[in-house]
């Protein structure tokens, strides 16, 4: 069984003028817009079976071809009126998902995985199940484990075996305390992240570390007050904390698994299933706003976009940097000006980014597996298959793919992206993901 986490609550905070929806179940706020502009107008003789759609947004940048698939007007141009509602967490958006929109939440959105499978399962919703549908992943990399200035004579980088040996057994004997590392929900992606770092270095995250789950929002102030010594989670929150010179980027999710994959768009599966051709035509309108994020001349416009108070509300060119895989990493602060390390969201030296792999969307269910994060509902390898079949589909995908034009060539033909290897040379084969299980040396 994983340990107890902390968990720091969210106390508020200035909210833009997309529409933020409550956390509790059964009192779903009124709606205040829909954060598009008026240009953005459906067209009116698109096929689909439904004109409008609410997804949930957290603004980090696995957000934006969401953002931009709107105020571009991609998804418009399907017939598709998308109404992006801001979260103000993760838990907010799951309890959102639950309500659905006929309740006053939403249809789906932007997620951590296994958060869907694990919606569908009930184990992330006190047994109710609301079966969810991966459509497509959001992007690639971007993220990054953020230090603190308290910590910067550890000098902490991906990895620690060679940078930082014995680091947190002399900071935990000095302080008399475990080293706080934080994320901004237990059990996914970021939790994933800043374990995979720490036990590939042989620091058990279990043991060796304090787990706490803080809102982004929290982590500037955090590190500030010295409250947390690291943070994983999406840009712009690890680049504002060096911005801020509040701390330093020990090292980025590109580094610890290159093309890794990321945040995902899924919708309630009752939605999909009632309306097909819209869930296609939201696909098509995602598929030419992540091409479009993909150049790099439209980097400062998407800046300028996302930082819109209604959106990120972060500083356009804290925002360009990260879209273009500008950092400082590392206690040195070494600019890195590399656009394959940054974020992606359509081409890679892997293919196309958007394309939900099954092979990939099991990795986050093997690794659930690994810490024993969900007892009753994933305990086996065969669970796992079992239940990431259900959830990710990528025939729509595909459909969506080829009716705005992308190759042939570009159309991925199989489930699985082959052998993926991460930073200490470990091997996920998702033809044999007990093999890679086993392979770990650090586990529960």
Known sequence: MAKRRSVVVLLGGALSTTLLLGGCLGNPPSRTGTGGPPSATPVANADVEVRTISLGFVPILEAAPLVIGVEKGFFASHGLEVKLAKQSSW??????????????????????????QMISEGALTNGKKVP???????????????????????????????????FFQRFNQKEGRKFRATYTFARANQDLWIRYWLAASGVN?????????????????????????????????????????????AATTAQIWKVHPEEYLAVRNDWVEKHPKATVALLKGLIQAQMWLDKAENKREAAEILSSRKWFNVPVDVLEASL????????????QNDPKMGPLYWSSDRGVISYPYRS??????????????????????EEAKAIN?????????????????????????????????????????PTNPQAYLNSLQIKN
């Open 91 to 116: 838990a907010t958006a799951r309890d959102n998902v639950v309500l659905g929109s006929a309740g006053g939440g939403i249809d789906g959105g932007q997620w951590q995985l296994p958060m869907p």
């Open 205 to 249: 995250p279990e043991k060796d570390v304090e787990l706490l789950t803080v809102p982004a929002p929290e982590t500037l102030q955090g590190m500030r007050n010295g409250t947390m010594e690291a943070f994983s989670t999406g840009d712009p929150w690890p680049s504002r904390i060096v911005k801020g010179d509040v701390g330093y980027l």
């Open 132 to 166: 969810m549908t991966i459509l497509a992943m959001l992007m690639s990399q971007g993220n990054g484990i953020a230090a603190a200035n308290g910590v910067r004579d550890g000098n902490l980088s991906v990895d620690l075996k060679a940078s930082s040996p014995g």
């Open 389 to 429: 079949e259900r959830v990710t589909r990528e025939d729509l995908w595909r459909e969506a793919a080829r009716a705005v034009g992308v190759p042939e060539r570009d159309i991925p033909t199989s489930s699985s992206r082959g052998k993926e290897v991460f930073f200490d040379g470990t091997v996920y084969d």
């Open 360 to 381: 990939l969307t099991l990795w986050f269910l093997v690794e659930s597996l690994r810490w024993k994060f969900f007892p009753g509902t994933v305990d086996t390898i």
């Open 324 to 335: 273009r895989g500008q950092v400082k990493l590392g206690s040195k602060g070494t600019a």
